[in-house]
């Protein structure tokens, strides 16, 4: 008969998968509009022209590694069985919603390790319920991919740590391959790792774990080293030249530490606006999280012994389980550091994610040490940590991950702290802008993503912001360059949101003053979703030739 603490993981885990597909079962165009971004469809353009033989690319030709490639890799097949933009976002969805509940038994048996039952069931609740599980799970990209192989990283370290062998030391290398994979980032987490092995010992073992991470991660590196020059993502170096504010400026940190001051609830509007409308505060607050995550690590790491209250037929050689997860706050630190000064700001929310499942392990780990304590203190303390929790916790049924029965997304107003955030909600808006361009158009557009993914047959969709198309990315600061590129592609038609065709415009201006916009179409705001413009290119008349004819310019009219 599995023990009490077994019996609760498993009912946690079944709730909390239970909540993700209550919602997953909702009508496309209210889960679009509370979760997705337009960077989900990108990935799903992208794998469905792997699936049909084209490589990695958005408009059928030019090759990108903008993209994490493990969540693209997994849904080419689901192009090979179904066309439908609509069935393929389901499908991606229902993906993110197995793996994100299987997290939940993963996060449990690492709490177990570190503080025993009570700290299992702690951790397996805090994350079914999180709004920040739900809706990174929902929100269609890596996000929760990347935490589900992070955390299980995590916990094949320590069970390989149990017992060396090659074999478990070469899972260990491989996870690690997929979480690099599942998202770049998650190299700082391996770094860690291999550091405290280093520090700790054995070192013999890592390396089958370093061949086998190799072997799996060779293929991608070698080939967009060839194509690209460097390994990594081409989106990050566009998009960080992209970024709205300076680099560890008072406002982006003030925005990162904002953007995780809910924990795994999620973030406390009251308090991401009073850290952005007051900057010196909101650093402070930043660096302080920072400390407090890379105190627990020292903690954490120099933890030699496993306590009683774990199961005393567990036994850990090597650095053991505590070493091993001082990797987790370490990492959530770096997290904060980086994209303090990676400065993209509306992403935050999805790229600190990772420190809401870091807070979790925290938080079990606190509890389950407070459960097994026999001191006085222990009563008033698990009162005390009931009443901590409470607030968050009512605060997490009033989120949007939560509520099954809101139909109309309203406007996110200007000012709000959602306004900080990525956009959501393309696919109503752009699946109607991309009726207007006929077909054999060629269309432009900074935010692609949702227009390539909706486009007709026989449209194009040329990226223009460079994040999924390198020949772009170059001329973010030379306006005269992207014009001559737009000619070069003879794009025709711009669909975005307004603001980004006035841009456009200027620098096809800049070209030839003759170069008219004309706007042939526009839709309204849609939920949280920018209002978009449709607008057509008037290029002028080809320049007359010697014998009067207009000449060979290879522009389009």
Same mark, same amino acid.
Not at 110 to 120: T, W
Not at 331 to 349: E, P, S
Not at 506 to 514: F, T
């Given at each position: 008969?599995?023990?009490?603490?077994?019996?609760?993981? *498993?009912?946690?885990?079944? *709730?909390?998968?239970?909540?993700?597909?209550?919602?997953?079962?909702?009508?496309?165009?209210?889960?679009?509009? #509370?979760?997705?971004?337009? /960077?989900?469809?990108?990935?799903?353009?992208?794998?469905?022209?792997?699936?049909?033989?084209?490589?990695?690319?958005?408009?059928?030709?030019?090759?990108?590694?903008?993209?994490?490639?493990?969540?693209?890799?997994?849904?080419?097949?689901?192009?090979?069985?179904?066309?439908?933009? /609509?069935?393929?976002?389901?499908? &991606?969805?229902?993906?993110?919603?197995?793996?994100?509940?299987?997290?939940?038994?993963?996060?449990?048996?690492?709490?177990?390790?570190?503080?025993?039952?009570?700290? *299992?069931?702690?951790?397996?609740?805090?994350?079914?319920?999180?709004?920040?599980?739900?809706?990174?799970?929902?929100?269609?990209?890596?996000?929760?991919?990347?935490?589900?192989?992070?955390?299980?990283?995590?916990?094949?370290?320590?069970?390989?740590?149990?017992?060396?062998?090659?074999?478990?030391?070469?899972?260990?290398?491989?996870?690690?391959?997929?979480?690099?994979?599942?998202? =770049?980032?998650?190299?700082?987490?391996?770094?860690?790792?291999?550091?405290?092995?280093?520090?700790?010992?054995?070192?013999?073992?890592?390396?089958?774990?370093?061949?086998?991470?190799?072997?799996?991660?060779?293929?991608?590196?070698?080939?967009?080293?060839?194509?690209?020059?460097?390994?990594? @993502?081409?989106?990050?170096?566009?998009?960080?030249?992209?970024?709205?504010?300076?680099?560890?400026?008072?406002?982006?940190?003030?925005? +990162?530490?904002?953007?995780?001051?809910?924990?795994?609830?999620?973030?406390?509007?009251?308090?991401?606006?009073?850290?952005?409308?007051?900057?010196?505060?909101?650093?402070?607050?930043?660096?302080?999280?920072?400390?407090?995550?890379?105190?627990?690590? +020292?903690?954490?790491?120099?933890?030699?012994?496993?306590?009683?209250?774990?199961? @005393?037929?567990?036994?850990?050689?090597?650095?053991?389980?505590?070493?091993?997860?001082?990797?987790?706050?370490?990492?959530?630190?770096?997290?904060?550091?980086?994209?303090?000064?990676?400065?993209?700001?509306?992403?935050?929310?999805?790229?600190?994610?990772?420190?809401?499942?870091?807070?979790?392990?925290?938080?079990?780990?606190?509890?389950?040490?407070?459960?097994?304590?026999?001191?006085?203190?222990?009563?008033?303390?698990? %009162?005390?940590?009931?009443?901590?929790?409470?607030?968050?916790?009512?605060?997490?049924?009033?989120?949007?991950?939560?509520?099954?029965? %809101?139909?109309?997304?309203?406007?996110?107003?200007?000012?709000?702290?959602?306004?900080?955030?990525?956009?959501?909600?393309?696919?109503?808006? =752009?699946?109607?802008?991309?009726?207007?361009?006929? @077909?054999?158009?060629?269309?432009?557009?900074?935010?692609?993503?949702?227009?390539?993914?909706?486009?007709?047959?026989?449209?194009?969709?040329?990226?223009?912001?460079?994040?999924?198309?390198?020949?772009?990315?170059?001329?973010?600061?030379?306006?005269?360059?992207?014009?001559?590129?737009?000619?070069?592609?003879?794009?025709?038609?711009?669909?975005?949101?307004? #603001?980004?065709?006035?841009?456009?415009?200027?620098?096809?201006?800049?070209? &030839?003053?003759?170069? =008219?916009?004309?706007?042939?179409?526009?839709?309204? +705001?849609?939920?949280?979703?920018?209002?978009? /413009?449709?607008?057509?290119?008037?290029?002028?008349?080809?320049?007359?030739?010697?014998?009067?004819?207009?000449? &060979?310019?290879?522009?389009?009219?």
């Amino acid at each position: 008969m599995p023990s009490p603490a077994v019996l609760a993981v *498993a009912g946690l885990t079944l *709730a909390g998968l239970g909540l993700r597909v209550a919602v997953l079962l909702r009508p496309l165009e209210v889960v679009d509009r #509370l979760f997705i971004p337009d /960077d989900t469809y990108y990935t799903l353009t992208i794998a469905r022209s792997m699936a049909h033989g084209h490589g990695p690319t958005v408009d059928g030709s030019t090759l990108t590694s903008g993209f994490q490639p493990l969540l693209g890799f997994l849904l080419t097949p689901v192009f090979w069985i179904t066309n439908s933009a /609509d069935a393929g976002l389901r499908a &991606d969805l229902a993906l993110l919603v197995v793996v994100d509940a299987a997290t939940i038994l993963v996060l449990a048996w690492v709490a177990y390790r570190l503080a025993g039952r009570v700290a *299992a069931v702690a951790a397996a609740g805090l994350w079914a319920l999180s709004p920040v599980g739900v809706s990174m799970s929902l929100g269609g990209l890596e996000t929760s991919l990347a935490i589900f192989c992070e955390v299980s990283l995590v916990a094949l370290w320590i069970w390989a740590n149990d017992r060396h062998t090659a074999l478990r030391w070469a899972v260990v290398g491989a996870v690690a391959g997929l979480t690099v994979l599942a998202r =770049t980032d998650g190299l700082l987490l391996i770094a860690l790792l291999v550091a405290i092995q280093l520090w700790r010992g054995p070192r013999r073992p890592l390396l089958p774990a370093t061949i086998a991470g190799a072997v799996v991660l060779a293929p991608w590196w070698v080939w967009c080293t060839l194509t690209f020059g460097t390994p990594l @993502p081409t989106s990050g170096s566009a998009a960080h030249q992209l970024l709205p504010f300076k680099s560890f400026s008072a406002i982006t940190m003030s925005l +990162a530490a904002g953007a995780v001051s809910g924990g795994p609830f999620q973030p406390w509007d009251w308090l991401r606006l009073r850290l952005i409308g007051h900057t010196t505060v909101g650093s402070l607050v930043f660096w302080l999280f920072v400390v407090v995550l890379l105190a627990v690590a +020292a903690l954490w790491v120099r933890r030699r012994r496993q306590h009683s209250v774990v199961d @005393p037929s567990v036994t850990l050689s090597g650095p053991g389980a505590w070493a091993v997860a001082a990797s987790l706050p370490a990492f959530a630190a770096g997290l904060l550091v980086f994209y303090a000064w990676f400065g993209v700001t509306f992403y935050f929310t999805r790229y600190l994610a990772p420190v809401a499942l870091v807070a979790v392990v925290i938080v079990a780990a606190v509890v389950g040490r407070v459960a097994s304590s026999a001191a006085r203190w222990r009563p008033p303390a698990l %009162v005390g940590l009931a009443a901590l929790l409470a607030v968050p916790v009512v605060g997490a049924g009033q989120a949007d991950a939560h509520d099954l029965t %809101v139909r109309a997304v309203p406007q996110v107003p200007l000012g709000s702290a959602h306004f900080y955030d990525a956009a959501t909600g393309y696919r109503q808006v =752009t699946s109607q802008a991309m009726l207007v361009p006929p @077909p054999g158009s060629v269309v432009g557009g900074w935010n692609s993503g949702a227009i390539s993914y909706f486009a007709g047959k026989g449209v194009t969709v040329v990226n223009l912001d460079g994040v999924v198309n390198p020949a772009t990315a170059a001329l973010h600061n030379d306006g005269p360059g992207l014009a001559r590129y737009i000619q070069r592609r003879h794009i025709t038609f711009l669909v975005d949101e307004s #603001l980004a065709i006035k841009g456009v415009r200027a620098r096809l201006q800049q070209l &030839d003053p003759r170069v =008219t916009t004309r706007t042939v179409a526009s839709f309204p +705001a849609v939920g949280a979703s920018p209002p978009y /413009d449709v607008a057509e290119i008037v290029w002028p008349p080809p320049p007359a030739g010697p014998a009067g004819r207009p000449a &060979d310019t290879g522009q389009r009219r």
